[in-house]
């Protein structure tokens, strides 16, 4: 394959191209084309990309592919220097200021490109993180640990007890808080699991990510990197949370309970949310505001409940019209312990699925309810439908979320086989996973076009 050191990772087509106009990589270059010219950095080609295109770096900050056959003429300004490793700064220590440790699973909270592969590499040592995000020293003393570097759909039981122990010989240690670098795809199952597998903790607990990697001019990496740091330091909460953006714009961040947040969007930086309660607080670079008093408190002591346990023969069924009652026999024939069903309305199933859910019950398979809605109760007493299911055994959830009963389960299972003792745990309350009522504000989701919601979201709108 046709490639040099000044034209990384291009060949075919656009390697000619670039040769032909003597512009290696990292040349500030206006690109002619017939439909326009573009203006920017060539940038290293990742080596599994295409011989097609060609890729520039816009002063904006974005990224863009241009087809090299369209190009009729470059035009070379100047070169930029190649910059591969973030700055490293030595972390400021102030006595004077708390200790916090931030536990690195993944993810891009503060990251440099590689273009070489195209993999985004994390900056994870203390230097790293002050080269790239210096406001952290404002607010404490930072030592790092890298306990896993795993995309955020590959973490799993072994991650999260992993990470339960670390979060306890921390506490031992006496750090003041903790932050915990997580992708963003799953990072509302760890926090659900954490806040089991670690109880009554003295002190925050605070998981974070990005939305966008810090390459990027969008990049909410160090704003939520910054707000993370500083209610590790500074809050009064002492429960597991997620720290991400609050608004779309940058003007500050949410707290959410670990047991109440969901991802609700696939690429919007505010995309966590509570579901069925209110966030716990707001955070800026300036201040933290809890949003009611309604939580646990930060304490002096280092005593913490370590339980870092997982059944991992645990599923979750999301129900959909015309199932099968083939979907819950599978689960029962490959020895699964237990199911968590997410209902249709107030927690239903078709009649199908009933003589499954009876082998389940005969099998010792603990099955569990909770509503595919998010935002309600799980009332199985209402309909005929309700009543016959939980006579086949199958538990009510309350308004505990499909993915928190899935962790829940797989960590009670994990401490007993025993389906009352299962149950008994379940239905207790441990971090707010299931709530007497949702507040009449616990459920707000506007509905664009309509002229109240218009007018009021205009006064918003950046």
């Not at 903790?201 to 990197?225: E, F, H, K, T, Y």
């Amino acid at each position: 394959m046709e490639n040099n050191n000044a034209y990384k990772g291009y060949r075919g087509a656009a390697l000619s191209v670039l040769k032909n106009f003597k512009a290696p990589v990292w040349s500030d270059v206006d690109l002619i084309t017939p439909k326009g010219t573009y203006s920017g950095i060539i940038l290293p080609r990742s080596e599994k990309a295409d011989d097609l295109h060609i890729v520039l770096k816009m002063p904006i900050g974005y990224n863009i592919g241009i087809l090299a056959e369209a190009v009729t003429d470059i035009k070379v300004k100047g070169q930029k220097e190649a910059i591969y490793k973030i700055p490293e700064k030595a972390f400021p220590v102030d006595p004077n200021k708390p200790n916090i440790k931030l536990l690195g699973t993944g993810g891009t909270i503060a990251s440099r490109l590689d273009y070489r592969t195209g993999a985004v590499i994390p900056a994870f040592s203390p230097g790293e993180l002050y080269g790239s995000v210096p406001e952290l020293a404002d607010y404490c003393n930072l030592d790092t640990e890298k306990l896993y570097g795993v995309f955020s759909e590959n973490m799993g039981p072994e991650q999260w007890i992993g990470t339960a122990k670390a979060i306890g010989r921390e506490i031992d240690k006496g750090v003041q808080g903790i932050v915990i670098g997580h992708g963003t795809d799953v990072m509302h199952h760890t926090a659900a699991v954490l806040s089991f597998m670690v109880q009554d903790s003295p002190i925050p607990i605070v998981m974070v990510g990005s939305q966008r990697s810090s390459d990027r001019p969008s990049s909410d990496a160090a704003l939520n990197l910054i707000h993370a740091v500083k209610t590790a330091a500074e809050s009064d909460i002492a429960e597991t949370m997620v720290c991400m953006f609050g608004p779309t714009s940058d003007e500050y961040g949410l707290l959410h309970r670990g047991t109440r947040v969901r991802k609700m969007h696939s690429s919007y930086r505010s995309t966590f949310r509570t579901i069925g309660d209110i966030p716990l607080a707001k955070v800026d670079r300036n201040e933290i505001t809890p949003f009611s008093d309604n939580y646990k408190k930060r304490r002096k002591d280092r005593n913490v409940t370590i339980n870092p346990v997982f059944e991992e023969k645990v599923s979750m069924v999301y129900y959909y019209p015309n199932m099968q009652p083939d979907i819950i026999d599978s689960l029962i024939d490959n020895g699964y312990k237990g199911i968590v069903i997410a209902g249709t309305g107030l927690g239903h199933v078709n009649k199908p699925v009933y003589p499954a859910l009876k082998r389940a019950q005969e099998k010792g398979v603990a099955v569990y309810m909770t509503v595919q809605t998010l935002w309600g109760y799980v009332q199985m007493y209402v309909y005929d439908t309700g009543r016959d299911m939980m006579e086949l055994g199958v538990v009510p959830l309350a308004n505990m979320l499909p993915e928190v009963a899935y962790v829940k389960l797989g960590w009670a299972l994990g401490q007993t086989h025993d389906l009352d003792k299962v149950k008994e745990i379940m239905l207790t309350p441990i971090a707010g996973e299931i709530t007497e009522r949702e507040p009449s504000n616990g459920y707000l989701i506007f509905q664009g076009g309509i002229p109240e919601v218009e007018e009021f979201i205009s006064k918003y709108r950046k």
